[in-house]
């Protein structure tokens, strides 16, 4: 199935916008939702919505086997070991937060290391600040390589027997770099730390293997691989998770309750407190069918030729920057002179093109691209040449609307 074809599937890209037909380019924020999901979601709640694991009834069984067979699906998708290794959490940032919480507060003490990087998404830079503070540990930065990549070098220089926790995202969100996770967890490990991978913009592009790369916590967001918003999961080394004490209690998540203390449930529901989202689950596994149907080689080869393009288009646009490697996932954040990156979105999207515009949730990296703010196309199954070259002619709008900034 090629790209166009792909396209049909997703009804919300059927439409016009500001009288032009929608080309969407801001998967990096969120994916669209193929008409699978949509129906998934639909039946759930018209013919079986109940709530999970309590029930005997008919419909309480129905969720219950969909649910934990979305959890299965996540194992699959990760190659898991175990589905006792897969937390269902709101998404990425609610699964690092846990790490860091659980995790980090019972293993880090005064003048441990923490160990990020100057590109990682604010939902992986602030839970370590917190813990830093908590505990007195010092966060430390591996430096980046002029073209925004990761030398492992500097990670061997960086990482040491003082670190406790190396956290680094699979993928930068603003650059499209695709990091070293294999090596770099090797490099923790070798010095005794734990890796924790944000995987927010690897799971619905690259294939993931949790084993192969030997991580031991990955977290990933549902709704920027076509299912619902709201829902994700952190998988854990299973001996480190039935070590780790719950951050949230109540219902769902306790074994026994007694007037003063209380015992949990075995993993994963431990760390699943209240009744879950259990429709997002459940759409976010209908997803996981949609883009393993595909194929993460099919997947990898369409977005390097989206990203190829998009060089090939570009390169002879004056006055554009391209931040980031060459050898990138499907991400193109860039720069239109001195225009703010918020004006070009503004101009294209009167065209019905969306990008994102802004510092995406980055800002120590935009600090050290020496920008405020840039503008950002990303891709995902549904895009094709045809939108890259609407995006050209938008730009080209964009220049001559703005045309006293360049003369």
């Not at 990670?155 to 090596?183: A, F, Y």
């Not at 991978?197 to 031991?216: E, F, R, T, Y």
């Amino acid at each position: 199935m090629n790209a166009k074809e792909i396209k049909k599937l997703f009804p919300i890209l059927d439409q016009h916008v500001n009288g032009n037909p929608l080309v969407y380019l801001d998967s990096a924020a969120t994916s669209q939702k193929p008409i699978q999901v949509i129906e998934k979601l639909d039946d759930y709640y018209r013919r079986y919505n109940s709530n999970v694991h309590r029930g005997v009834h008919t419909l309480g069984t129905m969720a219950t086997d969909e649910y934990e067979g979305a959890r299965d699906k996540v194992r699959a998708f990760l190659n898991a070991n175990d589905t006792a290794e897969v937390i269902f959490t709101r998404g990425t940032t609610t699964a690092l937060n846990l790490v860091a919480q659980s995790y980090g507060d019972e293993n880090v003490r005064e003048g441990d290391e923490i160990v990020i990087t100057p590109m990682e998404h604010h939902s992986n830079i602030i839970p370590w600040q917190q813990l830093a503070k908590r505990t007195g540990a010092i966060l430390k930065y591996i430096p980046l390589q002029h073209d925004g990549t990761i030398a492992l070098a500097d990670v061997e220089d960086v990482v040491t027997e003082k670190t406790k926790i190396v956290s680094v995202m699979h993928v930068s969100n603003v650059l499209g770099t695709v990091n070293p996770i294999k090596e770099i967890a090797t490099i923790a490990h070798k010095n005794g730390a734990i890796m924790v991978v944000d995987g927010a913009q690897s799971a619905p592009h690259i294939k993931v293997d949790v084993q192969d790369l030997n991580c031991d916590f990955f977290a990933f967001s549902g709704h920027k691989l076509g299912g619902p918003t709201g829902i994700g999961a952190l998988y854990g080394k299973k001996a480190l998770l039935e070590n780790m004490e719950p951050i949230e209690f109540g219902g769902e998540m306790i074994d026994f309750v007694g007037l003063q203390e209380s015992t949990w449930k075995e993993l994963p529901w431990k760390f699943e407190g209240g009744t879950p989202i259990i429709a997002g689950a459940i759409g976010m596994g209908a997803a996981i069918d949609f883009i393993t149907d595909i194929g993460f080689n099919e997947i990898e080869q369409h977005e390097k030729e989206l990203v190829d393009y998009s060089f090939e288009r570009l390169k002879d646009l004056p006055d554009l920057t391209i931040f980031g490697p060459r050898d990138r996932a499907g991400v193109i954040t860039f720069q239109l002179g001195d225009v703010h990156p918020h004006d070009v979105a503004t101009v294209l999207d009167a065209q019905g093109i969306a990008v994102r515009a802004g510092h995406h949730c980055a800002q120590p990296l935009m600090k050290w691209l020496n920008v405020v703010a840039t503008a950002r196309a990303s891709y995902y199954v549904y895009n094709t040449k045809e939108d890259i070259d609407a995006l050209v002619n938008g730009l080209v709008k964009a220049k001559e609307y703005f045309s006293d900034v360049f003369s």
